[in-house]
Structure formats: C-alpha cells, structure tokens
T-cell receptor, first 110, second 114 residues
Framework: DQQVKQNSPSLSVQEGRISILNCDYT??????FLWYKKYPAEGPTFLIS?????DKNEDGRFTVFLNKSAKHLSLHIVPSQPGDSAVYFC?????????FGKGTRLSVIA | DAGVIQSPRHEVTEMGQEVTLRCKPI?????LFWYRQTMMRGLELLIY????????DSGMPEDRFSAKMPNASFSTLKIQPSEPRDSAVYFC????????????FGDGTRLSIL
C-alpha cells in the first residue's frame, strides 16, 4: 500500500520552460513534506520542504505547493536548466520516519 | 563538513556469501536510517536507530538481514547469506534527532549478488 505516490515515472521539459512534478499521498497524518533530488551514483539531497500549515514555499527557482484537501503536492522549477536533470523524490512524514515516493526522472533538454 | 560516509561504494559477490555494508553518520546526529532502493519498490526504509538503539526494524525483509550500531559514529548492515534478489543500492541517512528533517544521505553502496 503506497502512501506516497509519484504517478509519472519520467518527464521531459525544454530548457527555460517550467517543470511540474506531482505527488499524491494517502495518510492524512502526514504534516511535513519534502522533495529530494538525486543524481546518478549519488545519494538523495534535500531540495525544499513544506509544512502542512502552509500551502506554498519558495526557494529561488523551486516552489512547492501543497493542497491538503486533495492530498496533493507539486514541485515547480522555473526556469528549468539542464543541470536540473535528475530523479526527484517526494517524501512525507508525520510523527513517523520519512515515506518516499518512487521518484520521477526529469530530463531537461537544451 | 563531512557528510554521511558509506563503504564500500560497490560490492560484487557470489550468492551465499556474507555482505557487510558500513555507515558513518554525520557527527552529532543521533538518528540513523538504512534504506534500500530498487526499481520495483523505490526507496524503502529497512531499519532506524535513535541514540544507537534500534527503534523499528519492521522494514527488514528477512532474518538474513541484520543491523547494528555499536556506537554513535558507526553502523553496519549485514546480509547473510546473500541472494541475487538482494541486489540493490543501499543508502544510509542521518538526522539530528528522530523526526528532524531533512535526513542527510550518503552516496550509497551498489550491491550486486551473482
């Protein structure tokens, strides 16, 4: 039973355009959400997070949106750059260890 | 500052052999997590420790898997005997305390069991 789902295994975007990565969760006890970025042969690195008391958090080109009623969050990258090509993991916690989605592979095409 | 350090980076061994993966968490971090990444299941939590004590090992797939944390700066994940289906990338992560985010990951050990 997957509590955190990333339904798109891959996404291709043109350089300079917006990348939107989506994540759905089922556990209403989750109250903190994170996005991690992973390059090949490296461990996941923390990118951005959001608490359930907010609906938006922004850090430079990266913005995370949270829709609690829909149990949905998304990561927006604007503008997308070739260096953003990586696997992005959505993760959630709520008095529990992190639960990860399976990841979305983003390819930014120059 | 040194991050989470895992060794070896790659391990290739024959089925039936014992495999030991090692992890050094970030100094000062009290919580340590072992994950396994596969194509089919993504990143799954195997076991985690707080203050060197195992808190939850319900993610450990079988009795062939065991983990220890003898002190605050070292942990091992052992598979004995190993099987081809154990082939995966194993990650160690640490955080200041349980529930603190984010967790910081090592670069993983790519394990291949022939």
């Amino acid at each position: 039973d997957q509590q955190v789902k990333q339904n798109s295994p891959s996404l291709s975007v043109q350089e300079g355009r917006i990348s939107i990565l989506n994540c759905d969760y089922t556990n209403s006890m989750f109250d903190y959400f994170l996005w991690y970025k992973k390059y090949p042969a490296e461990g996941p690195t923390f990118l951005i997070s959001i608490s359930s008391i907010k609906d938006k958090n922004e850090d430079g080109r990266f913005t995370v949106f949270l829709n609690k009623s829909a149990k949905h969050l998304s990561l927006h990258i604007v503008p997308s750059q070739p260096g953003d090509s990586a696997v992005y993991f959505c993760a959630a916690s709520g008095n529990t260890p992190l639960v990860f989605g399976k990841g979305t592979r983003l390819s930014v095409i120059a | 500052d040194a991050g989470v350090i895992q060794s070896p980076r790659h391990e290739v061994t024959e089925m039936g052999q014992e495999v030991t993966l090692r992890c050094k968490p970030i100094s000062g971090h009290n919580s340590l997590f072992w994950y396994r990444q596969t194509m089919m299941r993504g990143l799954e939590l195997l076991i985690y420790f707080n203050n060197n004590v195992p808190i939850d090992d319900s993610g450990m797939p079988e009795d062939r898997f065991s983990a220890k944390m003898p002190n605050a700066s070292f942990s091992t994940l052992k598979i004995q005997p190993s099987e081809p289906r154990d082939s995966a990338v194993y990650f160690c992560a640490s955080s200041f305390n349980l529930g603190d985010q984010p967790q910081h990951f090592g670069d993983g050990t790519r394990l291949s069991i022939l």
